[in-house]
């Protein structure tokens, strides 16, 4: 029953999240800017602005500019975050891909820099008060809710072991509209039922961010505007 | 006297750390804002006259407009994180407190209400999410905050997304004057050049008359006939140019600089009555259709008079314009010379002649001043001067250094792509903003008591007219000479050997020339 209940929910979530951001990328992508507005300096070249956003998503180069602490925080966490789901693809796959299991170590280490990293970023948002100022509830709920996510999984690995196989055989199922049963177990109960929450609110909410970036025009323009004449939309009516 | 007791404490605690933060006071700044633009002044320019009964209706309807006709404004309305990488960056938030006046907070008043009317989190759980209705409040709120904005750029090079607040607060602007509540600063201005082709209302008799006099002024200084032709059919450059250059100072200087480096290049150039003005205000309310009417004026006297080249003059905002919407607005300009950058900056014209040794300096004319150069915002962080990116920064600096003995750099947070607003960008260089500007002025003008101390600072250089007139005005609530901010054509000016010019230095009383004044600026500075 319960089974069930979270294969389906794993269904709608998949299905909100892929839909959801890919209204948003097309959203994003068909809407014109009408001027030239890079900030500069720039790269005067293709080739140069994916250089420059290969440096922003990889190395955060801007926040590194900004603000050395939420540079740590936010780097430590979305690079743990990165390797932990590489890590997740396991549960995924049969055979295992090689460059999966090699790591699997590596991926351990990876969700406590991801947790160390969110409470840094809570810490911050709660003790210094321009960031207090700006945040709403929902800003604080999700460093708790990702927070949770982590926490729920390290447990597992750590304190309440639960029939990981069968948590893989439960997904495998998944990928093959194959229903299997979940191990009846808390943590994993908890932890796949937040996943499952962030997965439904990721197109609603600030977590936008990720497409986002893709499509700044202040960092994904050229500067070339003399060179070659921007035509953005058709003039604007009222 | 107590305030200005207080003020001078802060000064000299900010002089190590121009850009240190004072402690967060909400609401500093709520009564801070601008005289609302008449009735007339907002119908000239497609605007309702007053607030509209339907307001809110129009105001959201037009930020739905705006959300799907400009990617910048979609995509930074849904991408900020709130990280609080921008919140220091800001010199209102540095000079007020005001925690309205950190940029992801400036965003958030109109954000909210996006967020309440457009967005599904919004829309049922608005204060999960800090979505709030559109009211009264809010659009006082907007007002005040939205003209404490110099759309300077600086917080969007810190942003992780590069979320500009310049387009956020462009577009609170424009739809504020879509529901009729205009500025009056802003809006009278575009009106005026719309009517008589420049921001001062200078008309085409009196503009003939100016240049006139500065003729004689030159011929006085030089014994040299140079001229700075108005209306000239058949000229090859035709130069766009701040009206402030036509009659303030220390903006007037700058002009006869151009009019030397024109001269000593035996270049044919002409300003136009039509067209003379760089300034173009329509950017700073956000109006791409008043920003269009302001580019096409120049397009027209272009054609007009047959020129092969466009210059600007040394504007700040006006080279944004220039340089990045001129040729979408008004492009494109097959009928001018594709040989030359179009439009080209003066500062790169300078520079050409100095690389291909064209020029002749004296740089010892320049010796009584010290100076540093105040990276105009948009200049640095909206376009660009020369092939490479960064000229913008070291083509000035290479054209001072070409002339001057003496050039220091202020520290480096305060400069290049990271320089801080003059105070008076974007539209808020009016008196009725004097608090705010004097606030925003001050970790520019910290930075410059820092150069002041260690270096003997004596001057600064501008290259923008706002920038030039806000500092004049900055310059004596802060312990300098009202003088000592000069612009970067009348060093090359001062130093410039024209062949067959008389040699000034002797019999020089009735010349206006800001060097004596200068000059006991160096004594009273250091």
């Not at chain 2, 979609?74 to 800001?90: N, Q, R």
């Amino acid at each position: 029953m319960i089974s069930t209940l979270y294969a389906l929910l794993f269904y709608v979530a998949t299905f909100l999240l892929v839909a959801g951001v890919s209204q948003k990328i097309w959203i994003y992508w068909r809407t014109p800017s009408p001027l030239k507005v890079v900030v500069t300096p720039a790269p005067t070249t293709n080739t140069g602005v994916v250089l420059r956003m290969a440096r922003e998503v990889v190395l955060f180069e801007s926040l590194f500019k900004s603000n050395k602490w939420i540079w740590v925080f936010g780097w430590m966490f979305h690079f743990g975050l990165l390797l932990v789901l590489i890590r997740h693809l396991r549960y995924f796959t049969n055979p295992v891909w090689w460059w999966v299991s090699l790591l699997q170590t590596v991926g351990i280490y990876a969700g406590f820099a991801m947790f160390l990293g969110l409470t840094g970023l809570l810490i911050r948002r709660i003790v210094v008060n321009r960031v207090r100022y700006i945040s709403a509830p929902s800003d604080y709920l999700m460093l708790l809710l990702l927070m949770a996510i982590g926490f729920s999984g390290l447990m597992m690995r750590f304190v309440l072991p639960t029939d990981i196989v069968a948590v893989k055989t439960f997904f495998l199922g998944l990928l093959r509209f194959n229903l299997q049963p979940l191990p009846m177990d808390l943590p994993v109960l908890v932890h796949l039922g937040l996943v499952v929450v962030l997965m439904i609110i990721f197109p609603i909410s600030k977590l936008l961010h990720v497409p986002g970036l893709f499509f700044s025009p202040s960092r994904t323009q050229a500067d070339n505007a003399r060179e070659k004449r921007h035509v953005g939309a058709a003039p604007a009516g009222r | 006297m107590v305030e200005l007791a207080i003020d001078n404490k802060i000064s000299r605690t900010s002089i190590d750390d121009p850009t240190a933060l004072p402690c967060m006071t909400p609401d500093a700044m709520v009564g801070s804002k601008p005289f609302l633009a008449a009735p007339d002044h907002n119908t000239k320019l497609g605007f309702p006259g007053e607030l509209v009964d339907d307001w809110k209706e129009k105001a959201i309807a037009r930020m739905g407009y705006l959300a799907e006709t400009n990617k910048a404004f979609k995509v930074y309305l849904d991408t900020c994180v709130k990280c609080g990488a921008c919140t220091d960056k800001c010199h209102y938030y540095m000079g007020s407190g005001d925690p309205k006046n950190m940029p992801v907070a400036r965003q958030d008043l109109l954000r909210s209400v996006y967020r309440r009317y457009f967005t599904f989190a919004g829309k049922y759980f608005p204060k999960l999410v800090g979505a709030v209705d559109l009211t009264r409040e809010v659009l006082d709120d907007w007002y005040s905050y939205y003209h404490q904005c110099s759309q300077c750029r600086r917080c969007s090079v810190f942003c992780p997304y590069g979320i500009d607040t310049a387009e956020i607060s462009m577009a609170a602007r424009d739809i504020m004057d879509h529901i009729g509540v205009g500025q009056k600063y802003c809006n009278e201005i575009i009106g005026k050049v719309m009517d008589v082709g420049n921001n001062l209302g200078l008309n085409a008799k009196a503009l003939k008359a100016t240049m006139e006099d500065l003729e004689e002024d030159l011929e006085d200084e030089t014994g040299l006939e140079i001229r700075i032709p108005v209306d000239e059919h058949g000229a090859d450059i035709l130069l766009i140019t701040p009206s402030a250059d036509f009659f303030a100072e220390p903006h007037i200087d700058g002009l006869m600089g151009y009019a030397k480096v024109f001269h000593a290049a035996g270049a044919s150039w002409t300003v136009s009555s039509y067209a003379s003005e760089a300034a173009n205000f329509g950017m700073f309310i956000g109006s791409e259709e008043n920003t269009a009417v302001l580019c096409n004026r120049i397009r027209k006297a272009a054609e007009d008079l047959g020129v092969k080249r466009i210059i600007f003059g040394e504007c700040g905002h006006a080279w944004r314009v220039a340089y990045n919407f001129l040729n979408t607005l008004a492009g494109p300009f097959d009928f001018l010379d594709q040989n030359y950058p179009i439009p080209q900056h003066i500062l790169e014209y300078t520079w050409d002649l100095i690389e291909r040794d064209q020029l002749t300096f004296d740089k010892s004319k320049n010796d009584e001043y010290r100076v540093t150069f105040h990276d105009s915002c948009n200049v640095s962080r909206a376009s660009r001067m020369g092939d490479k990116p960064g000229g913008q920064f070291d083509i000035p600096r290479n054209v001072l250094k070409a002339v001057c003995n003496n050039y220091y750099d202020m520290p480096d947070e305060t400069i290049r792509e990271k320089t801080l607003c003059c105070g008076g960008g974007g539209g808020l260089l009016t008196d009725d903003l004097m608090d705010i500007r004097k606030k925003g002025s001050s970790p520019r003008m910290h930075a410059l008591q820092q150069v002041e101390r260690d270096f003997g600072v004596t001057h600064m250089v501008a290259i923008c007219a706002i920038c030039k007139t806000q500092f004049a005005k900055m310059m004596p609530e802060f312990g300098f000479d009202r003088e000592a901010i000069l612009s970067a054509h009348q060093l090359v000016s001062n130093a410039i050997v024209l062949e067959g010019q008389i040699d000034e230095d002797d019999d020089d009383d009735e010349d206006m020339e800001p060097e004596m004044n200068g000059a006991s600026a160096t004594g009273d500075g250091s």
